[in-house]
């Protein structure tokens, strides 16, 4: 199976349409779901200080990655519904950050560009 | 530049390590940041029913693409800093729902696996 | 005991106080927590048409009354910690929303103000 | 105007009904509208050590205040829509987290009160 986003992408939809999910998958329920498994990432680190941080994701890295890897379906996945080439959207935000926030400008700096 | 997820990662962590934010980048804000950005696709769904949405996907594709590319852009960022593989932890959890979800069971159902 | 804002302010206060948990309450850890309780509230709608939520609501009224709570506890503790009087402030809120959205040219529309 | 909690419910639900938005407050997209709200509150604090966040609530206390009363807003939009007595509820959700975490055994820790 292929490894990259494509065949994660085609393996996905597969997985969907074989369920009938398709008709659960509308934009605002997709984007829901994005933010609900963004927000498991999130609840790893609730509390943690930098240290307990450190020993949280040495101890816990297969969950921390299953709960990234749920973000990355619902991109994938949105992606793939909206029509949006999700690696060429980031190619061109990539491209704009980089405009955005000039390395003499921006090092060292946790400051929002319309700030710099 | 390489189009592909590896190539992705590099082209991010040289974009912050030559702004120094690294020192920003525990797992809490990153993961924070997460949040906020699939936050901000979700924004976009807001209020709106089927076919406000149909309407805006077709009309908006270029910024949802964007917000979604920011969500990729934290989980690339986050998996390359926490050294998890990020399609090994797709692959995996694809792997699992699966099992989980068997078709027979799942088809045209929202149910959650522990309850169907 | 005192069954309004200041009365369960003050409970919730004396309830942390005496675990010695201000010690964890830095601001960007109760926001953190305020987004994992409101994505717990949104959870119970996923996925769902508007007959489930309905049904749903009717038969999960304490669980879903049990997160709202949930939200309202970091609300007021938050706004404890910040020494914000958070009646006051919704109060100003409300005052420049009655501004921001006049009834003649905001009413049926899910329109944000700035572009009424 | 009433300064608590029923006096303010009542002025946000006429100053709802008087703009006909009704229509729009479907269970899931006031749930949707309680984590965005959330979210720009804990933006407030993104990046930020425990000094820059100290300065931060000095300096922006007033916005601060509103994010976490337009938080407000939506949960007392949201209860009084599914008929919750919210103060009732966090009554009682109150008296269970006082059982959930006996002093004695959750003094100083932030764990979790099935993991104590």
Redesign the interface.
Known sequence: ?S???IG?TK??VE?RD????K??H????L?????????E????????N?EE?EKH?RES?EE???E??????W?LL??HD?????????????TK??EK?P?EK???K?TKYNKL
């Open positions: 199976m490894k990259d986003i994660f393996r996905i997985f074989a369920r009938d999910w008709q659960f509308n934009p605002k329920d984007s829901l779901s994005l933010v609900l498994e963004a927000a990432v999130m609840e790893h680190f609730q509390w943690k930098v941080m994701v890295k921390i990655g299953a990234l890897a749920d973000v990355l379906y991109v949105m992606s909206l029509e949006i080439d999700i690696l060429a959207a980031l190619d061109k935000k990539q950050n980089e926030y390395v921006a090092r060292g946790h």
